[in-house]
């Protein structure tokens, strides 16, 4: 292999977490068969350990206090050089072919192990510093679980049930960190303070079984199943104690904040190469909300749209269904009916695309593999709802008791496991083509419900990316 060969580059991307969860697939797979491949990546990525030593090992020479713990980001380098030791040795037990003078570094460099990966269902892994294997031997680094659910055990005992999409860090052995996703931690008597951290607060415990959850805009929540949990924020010093039964919810202003400026790029519809036309919502007279029971604030500029059922009369107020509207006016424009062959009356093929993101509200495991389903609203002067004003007590086509069946008709379903991913999702159905055909207002609206309830009163709100997502795709019709 040459310095100059695409794998060297790749090595870089590695260890700057730059890659794709597929190429860091494709770049372990071409690790197992080529030792120098291999060799050069541990060496790297050693170079990178000596370097935060001797950084640290200066810190303490003059006398620099504790550092506060850092904040996990995505993408940046700090997470691999601090971490390089423990990445070094994943690598040695992932890929279990490391040449010896590696191997003899690592075991060398090998410490106690923190926690033990006891259960690994159905996972797929994004690029993590810890080996994914189910029963590997944890040290401090980070996971990122893409798919599925994964158990960890500390030594200590404490129990750590991971709900995809999750990234985590393991600090020591009586705390972890949690960027994005969620988890329930059961905690024995003999681990009493462990520790969990989020991005905007801490929740120490007192002898418990809680969950925290913490939504793709740092939405967080913190839940108690059993026992108690002391929470602060960790720009505050106000602590707030939770005993059973008992939440605790931050980071609502920041949803509202990340939705004032959407990307100017997504007001566009776009053709592709197969002839597929794209609208998003936030194409001329698009829109998108949901509502909520008994909440009459306007959440058409938030950056999630939350769907959930439940069949509990305590958890009754947390009922969300999300509505949806596209323009499709410019079908009937002569240029494009030419072009592309597409006008209302000879679509063939419609799909619309959702991307799931983590909700930061409820906990996966309290609620089944879940079944939803899209309506189309068929009165269409229900088409002209605002998304400044739609609220529980006045959506279309629905009351409080469910939607009206002469105000809608089913489209589709689709399903998602839990501990999905956020991948974007596709739904296509004959009968979605035939109701964008029916139009004859230029707008298309629909009502995406929750089919399945939860076992349990605190079981997850399912979010959807917005128009006013920051960095998500909005929701988007194809049609062709």
């Known amino acids: 292999m040459s310095l100059n060969s695409p794998s060297d580059d790749r090595i870089d991307r590695a260890i700057e977490q730059m890659l794709t969860p597929a190429e860091w697939e494709a770049f372990k797979a071409d690790a197992i068969k080529d030792p120098e491949l291999r060799a050069k990546y ?89 080996p994914t294997v189910q029963n590997a031997k944890l040290q401090a680094g980070t996971l990122s679980l893409l798919e599925g659910m994964a158990t960890l055990r500390f030594e200590n ?82 602590e707030h104690l939770l005993d059973k039964g008992k939440a605790f919810i931050v980071g609502m202003d920041n949803v509202a904040q990340a939705a004032v400026t959407p990307e100017p790029v997504r007001m566009e519809h776009i053709y592709d190469p197969e002839r597929w036309l794209s609208i998003p919502t936030s194409f001329r007279r698009g829109k998108d909300a949901y509502v909520q029971r008994g909440k009459r604030e306007a959440t058409g500029l938030h950056s999630l749209l939350m769907v959930k059922h439940t069949e509990f009369e305590i958890a009754k107020s947390n009922e969300r269904r999300i509505y949806l509207t596209f323009d499709i006016s410019q079908l009937s424009y002569v240029d494009i009916a030419e072009e592309f062959h597409i006008s209302p009356v000879n679509i063939s093929e419609a799909q619309l695309l959702l991307q799931p993101e983590p909700s930061g509200f409820g906990f996966a495991s309290l609620v089944p593999d879940c079944t939803f389903a899209i309506y189309g609203i068929t009165d269409q002067s229900l088409d002209y709802w605002k998304e400044g004003g739609i609220s529980w007590l006045n959506a279309p086509a629905a009351n409080d008791a469910g939607l009206l069946p002469n105000k809608v008709k089913k489209l589709a379903e689709f399903t998602l496991p839990r501990g999905s991913s956020t991948e974007v999702i596709t739904i296509e159905s004959k009968e979605l083509a035939d109701f964008i055909r029916q139009d004859t207002n230029g707008l298309v609206s629909f009502i995406l419900v929750r089919e399945t309830a939860e076992t349990e009163h605190q079981g997850m709100a399912h979010a959807f990316a917005s128009k006013e997502h920051p960095h998500a795709k909005p929701p988007t019709l194809r049609i062709r």
């Open 157 to 238: 005992g404490t129990t750590l049930f991971l709900e995809a999409p999750t990234t985590i860090k393991l600090v020591d052995a009586m705390r972890c960190q949690v960027q994005e996703g969620s988890l329930v931690a059961d905690v024995p008597p003999t681990a009493r303070g462990f520790t969990v951290y989020t991005p905007e607060l801490k929740a120490v415990d007192k002898g418990s079984r809680f969950g925290v959850t913490v939504g793709s805009l740092r939405t967080t929540h913190v839940y108690v199943f059993d026992g108690a949990v002391v929470v602060n924020k960790l720009n505050d010093t106000k």
């Open 42 to 130: 541990v060496d790297q990525l050693w170079l990178h350990s000596t370097l935060q030593a001797e950084r640290d090992s200066l810190g303490k020479m003059i006398g620099a206090t504790e550092a506060p713990l850092p904040l996990l980001k995505k993408s940046t380098a700090a997470i691999w050089t601090s971490a390089a030791a423990a990445a070094c040795i994943t690598l040695a037990l992932s890929l279990l072919l490391l040449p010896g003078r590696n191997k003899t570094q690592a075991m060398t460099r090998a410490e106690k192990p923190l926690a033990t990966l006891i259960q690994a269902e159905n996972c797929k892994w994004g690029p993590s510093e810890l």
